[in-house]
């Protein structure tokens, strides 16, 4: 039997973090948490120990950039969103140790699989 | 003529004549023998007298030539010798004497020949030798009737024809000589000024008669031997008395002499000097001249100046010496001149007169030189008898009086009814008679309107004139007319009343420095003064740069020192420091500047200029706000946008792509994604609308100010009462009022805990301004310096140059009013 992606999503809004969830379930990943600021994503990273961390990058108390800068070298893959463009963070996401970028309007196990390839 | 030469000369004309008496009386000369004796006795006067003139006046060569006529004129008694050598001799040289004779009677009075007289001397000679050598050559008895003459030892040849040529050559070369010799000395004689006259009218008379006589004797001869003798004797006779004429020429000075105790008595009888000398020398035409030598100058005797050289026209000068001094001048006829120990005669006969008459010229051309000082100085100069009468004055007092045409009416007037107004009169007069009968000088000033009606104003100073005995019989007052100087004074003051005024009523700051920046005494005006908080007495001759902010002191003094150096300084900004330590920004400059004593100075001119720079500061702040609030509320609008609008969007698409994957398969999950989808739709356009009204209500472009605060209210927390214009109103200004509204109600909302609020739009009573006032019943405490809020509705309103006021007690609710100009105000220049 294959093994879900276990995912942990990190956005401060809720009805894109239910739909987030909704999509990746029925895509195959496994959600096993939300966070919905920098501060509680750190903790869950830390107890859940997550395949993959969906990283929103705008967030109440840090954003996205901050919260990788503060992850430890065995820390899982991130993949971060936001409803802007790539085009508006470019730079720091090339120089981030993230995976990639996903447009939250373009979410789906596809385009995550892609990035994790 | 030396005494040696002279006593030969006599001896050898004794001899001579000794000689010729000797012959003439020897032989039987028959009835010639008168005129031998005539011919020998004219030649012994003319000898006897030359040498008495020789004698007399050595110095004169009239004498030593009568003398030379005299001894040459005894060669022609050898005619009488019985020997035939000595006989034609004698007849050749009988008229040898005739030389010298023509040279005396030329060069007569002074003995010198003039010039154009010197070829007489060779003409005659050539023509008395060679006339009777020619006819000696020709004729065997030259002598006609002669029978018993000697042998002619020139004959060549018995010729009567040449002998008579020769005879008539003679006569008339001899004939025209003589005629140009008349005609010479009749010439002279009416050229010849009186003194002279009387000098040579007698020997000329003698000669002219003489020569007339040998000129018709000669011319007859030919015709009447008779007649020719008869003009011979009367040609000798008057040739005889010729040499007592010429003594008495020479002499005369002599006998003039004895006029000289005539002139010391005419002088003691008072008569004029100058007719007693005219009359002691015989001159009419005589004049005198003085030294001054208080002038330099010669002057006549009424003291006036006598053009240079004295001695112009026809006159001589013999000057008159006292003590090895020139002391005067006769001015006379220049044949006085020969008369010189005659003239010194009369000079040292009449020194005294001289003198005093010189001494008086003196006086007579300073008193001139000082009437012509006082009547053309300015000043006013006039004599005042003591009684108040003006008793002489000069040109100065007919000027300054405005009686400038009759002098009659200022001799013995009042001096107070000419120069004191009528007003003062009584006073002045007081004052003269207190003063009396000393006088004692003094000054005084008086305004006076004269005879023309001129304004004038005199400067007077007055001294007394005191008699031998010491009484005062006169006062002399001299005056200055200071009318303009008055009125320049007067001019001058309003100049620098106007000046001062100026300067101590501008805004602007003025202060005088020297070189060193020292603020020269009553150097700064009031603005100065007033803004540096120092008196006038505190700044004068301290150092300018001492209110001057030590950062700015280097530059400043540079800039004093370049004014000083004449080069004017470009406008400067510097910190001054009051007396009470604030500080002003002050833009000056300083200038170099010439004092009223034409001392070099520099001028520091200044304006303040601290509130401009606090505006300008304030400005610049402002701007830096508005452009900080305006990034502020783009970051907000972006923000909201992505927090709100955005994100609902994207979970709406993700919801969209859900329902889309599961609608075949579990419809019920798809229907259900679909209505939450919906859901999500309309809170996303509900944002979006609320964003658009915060961007601008459309309902203030479309319906005014009144209908946009209505809508605005409406969604206000508490209740808000809105009373305002329903007419439009410009665009900007509609804004500024509705912002001004809704920031207001706004910061009511989440400060002021209040209940309720009111909105008052209104224009001002001038009808110049919109005024918002928002009030509440809320906490109060509001303090714009701390929210950003209400410095950003400030920032607001006076970008429409307007202003905010905030009343906000503790406890007492907040009142916010807010003014806006309706028109703007042009910008300044």
Redo the contacts between chains.
Sequence with gaps: METRTKVLIVDD?P??R???R??LE?DGFSVIGEAEDGASALTAIESLHPDLVLLDI?LPDMDGFDVLDQLGADAPPVVLVS??DACDYDGPIRKSRARGFI???E??GTTLRSLLR | MTRRRLAAAVALGAILYAGALALVLRDDLGDRRTLVFMVIAAGLIFTVTGAIAAMRRPDNRTGAQMLAVGLLWSLGSLQAASGSLAFTIGYVLSGVAFVPFTLLILAYPTGRLRPEDRWFVPASAAIVVLGPLAIALFDPTPIPDCTDCPENLLLITDTPGAAKAATVAYALFAASIGGALMVRLVRRYGRATPPLRRVIGPVYLFTLEALAALVASSLVRTVSETAALWLEHLALASLALMPIAFLAGILRTRLARAGIADLAIALGHGTPLRDALADALGDPSLDLAYWSTERQAWVDAEGRALSEPITAGRQAATFVENGGKRVAALLHDPSLADQRDLVDAVAATASLAIEKERLQAELRAQYRFLETVINTAPSLLTVVDTEGRMRNFNRAVEVASGIDDDRSRLEGAYFWDVFIDDSEREEMIQRFHDASPEFTAAEYENAFTDAKGKDRVIAWRSAPLADERGNVVRIIAGGIDITDRKRREVDLQRQRDFATTVANTIPSFIVITDHDANVVPLGANRAFCDATGRSLEEIGGRSFLEIVARDDEFAARMAIAGAANGVPQAERESRWITGDGHELTVAWTATPILDQSGVARVLISGADVSERKRQEEELRASRARIVDATDAARRRLERNL?DGA??????L???L??AE??IETDVDAATE?LARARE?LTRALEELRELARGLHPNVLTDRGLCAALEALVLRSPFPVEVVAPEERLPMPIEAAAYYVAAESLANVAKYAHATSARVEIFESEDGHELVVQVSDDGVGGADPSRGTGLRGLEDRVESLDGRLAISSPPGGGTRLRASIPLARRPLPL
Excluded: G, N
């Design positions: 809004h009805s894109f239910t739909c987030a909704m999509i029925a705008q409803s802007r447009p939250k309007a979410l789906s | 992505h955005q994100q609902r969007l994207a979970a698409s993700l919801s792509r859900l994957s599961r994604i999500e």
